[in-house]
């Protein structure tokens, strides 16, 4: 009965994390939906902006304290161990429902591409950053990235096993091509209002913290990690390569 429950639970949070991943394209791309980022302002600047932080704020902490090694060894007291990562996905959608119904649009246009290849080439960026996204998880593992594989493991009575730490091919280009498809998504808009700039420049800047920390664990998991780190560039392709060319020809000519 334990294992069907897990397994059902399993199942529940990972349709909620579809069902939140289907609206945050809406919500970003301003598509049929009532409150998207870019709507029109309905209460003042101040209180938009202070309310815009605070639902950030709590999206990034849970984010991140329940990503972490340690907040999982003490969760696991109290969650089954199978359910843990449906439960961290589950708090992860609720946080973002919680900001898509409360988000404060604020108006004031910072940019507006009129032209229609312009708006072609950025509607075709914020596409490619979601394929790219999706396609991240699953060259890795979507599903033990979002706990089904941990449900159904635990439902057929089978020990959980580690993914073994492995770069196939966007991993070979980047190391993080799923935080480049979040990039993607919150950048490329042909229209860019104060609101929507205040969410790309703080989910940004949280992905360039929340990779430190990332990447700290992940060393620490896969010692051959640091290897890669050294050799693959994190977000930017190709650049481990030109600033090591950059390097050596100070060196020589020092």
């Keep these: 009965m334990k294992r069907t429950l897990v397994l059902l639970y399993g199942v529940v949070c990972y349709a909620v994390f579809f069902a939140t991943f289907l609206y945050a394209v809406a919500f970003l791309g301003n598509f049929a939906i009532g409150n998207p980022i870019d709507a029109v302002p309905a209460t003042g600047v101040g209180r938009a902006i202070a309310i815009n932080i605070a639902l950030l704020a709590v999206f990034a902490l849970q984010h991140s304290i329940m990503a972490r090694p340690a907040f999982k060894r003490w969760w696991t007291q109290f969650v089954p ?3 843990e990562r449906s439960t961290y996905v589950l708090f992860s959608s609720l946080a973002l429902i919680l900001l898509f119904w409360l988000w404060q649009p ?3 246009v ?3 591409v009129n032209s229609p290849l312009g708006q072609t080439v950025l509607y075709a960026g914020f596409a490619a950053g979601w394929i790219l996204l999706l396609l991240s998880t699953f060259l890795i593992n979507h599903f033990d990235l979002f706990g089904l594989r941990q449900s ?3 439902f057929r009575g089978r020990p959980y096993t580690e993914i073994a730490f492995r770069t196939p ?4 280009v980047v190391r993080h091509p799923l935080y480049v ?3 993607l998504t919150f950048w490329c808009t042909p229209t860019m209002t104060a609101a929507h700039l205040l969410f790309a420049v703080m989910t940004t800047a949280y992905i360039l913290i929340a990779i430190q920390f990332e990447e700290r664990d992940l060393t620490r998991a896969f010692p051959e990690y640091e290897s890669y780190r050294r050799k693959v560039p994190a977000l930017i392709p190709f650049t481990k390569g030109r600033r ?3 390097l050596a020809g100070s060196v020589r000519h020092s």
């Design 152 to 154: 159904w493991l635990y």
């Design 106 to 108: 604020i108006g004031a």
């Design 169 to 172: 091919s966007l991993y070979k």
């Design 181 to 183: 498809g979040w990039l």
């Design 244 to 246: 090591a060319a950059g």
């Design 81 to 83: 161990a199978a359910a």
């Design 110 to 112: 910072i940019w507006q």
